[in-house]
């Protein structure tokens, strides 16, 4: 561990940059303002070493909550407007009577990490007093953040929350977005114009989305906005509604640690406890494809699975939601060549798309790579299942690539480079919270 040290207080020196005083950027440039889970995993890395900072995180956050419950993908800082695309005047999520009324937001939400975020918080809260009243203080919200997604995301009613743009899933460019968009017939004239501000070089074309992607992203926009963001108008207009299982396996595990959450402060449970049942339930009967062997994403408008091979499938074992034959299935598929199995020694693990498909993309975004907080969400899901030996060597790869490349957005499998933004805020905070589960593992070990 001695040899990961040092990049403990590079990862600290990472956050302090992109620290704004209210909240931290996910890096300089491209991403100056607020996002959602970002913000989520960011707070688990401060709370080893800055209460307070972890707190003002997720308060910033949860300060542009809107009235209805809805989380935003974006805070946007009126300070920083020009370097993003879409901002507050593309969305124009005022449009909304949920809307937080003098702050500027996007109009989608994202993975609901942040109850497991304020239990990390007050865990590791050496003032346990003060911890507790930010518990206090956040709660309700985390109540109706959850509230929020089962009234107003199940359309079908089964216990699952459904996202309505791709940006929601938290996998922005995942080859499964391709399915689901094949056969989409979008009039010209129903796509805005706009310009693009995430491709500024050849090379940022090579590794982001490509045009006719975004084109169905800004398309879906229009639809929000023509509805006025309402729900229920949206779901009956809309060719995107999809239940996953990464949000899924992540508001369940939100959902487990609500409960941890009410037993502290002496709150009914109850709901969390159905909301957790539910959702795991659901995620086993619908979303689980045996012949596939790992969950699927789930298209409502079609009615059917998409079965494409990324690492999203593997996510449910973060919230304890797979049977035992299905986790055998789940750890079977995971450990193989596929996704750089115990041993494998030319890859790093976990790429976030099955190494053996023939758009399999080393450098493409969603499309190939490792991301920190993916692997970190599986590296929690294996220990909870007992798989200790592929735990410590994804743990391990997690240290082994910030040492080789620094605290980049994501990583090539095979030769371990950094790509994307680097000082990424959520690289070097999970890079923190990784390095002290190991260092608590080798400890028990003696």
Known sequence: MREYSPFVEKAKAVLDRNWTGTYTMPSQGIYPHQW??????????????????????LQGLFSAQWQNGMLPQIVFNPKRLGSYFPEPDFWQAELSPNYPRGLLTSGITMPPIHAYAALKIYERAEDKEEARGFLEWIYPRLISLHRYLYRERDPLG??????????????????????VFAGWDIPEDEIPTYTRKDIQSEEATAMRPDDRSYDRFVYLIEIFKRHKYDERAIQKDSPFLIYGPLFNGILSASNEAL???SEILGRDGREPAEWYEATNRAMREYLYHEEHGMFDY???????????ETAAGFIPLFSGSPTEAQTKALYDYLNSHSFCALHHGSCFSIPNYDTQKHDFDRTNYWRGPIWININWLLYHGLGRYGF????MSVMEDILELV???????????YKGLGYGSDDFSWTAALFIDTYHDMATLYGGEG
Do not use: Q
């Open 298 to 308: 789930y298209d409502i408008v079609k009615r059917r699975l998409v079965d494409v």
């Open 158 to 179: 089964i216990g699952l929350a459904c996202i309505r743009h791709p940006w929601e899933s938290g996998m922005d460019n995942s080859p499964m977005w391709d399915r």
């Open 388 to 391: 200790r030996e592929k735990m």
């Open 259 to 261: 409960i941890i959450l």
């Open 403 to 413: 040492k080789l490349s620094g605290f980049h957005e994501y990583f090539d499998p």
């Open 36 to 57: 959602n889970w970002d913000s989520g995993f960011i707070a688990i890395g401060y709370s080893h070493y800055n209460t307070g900072r972890a707190v003002k995180e």
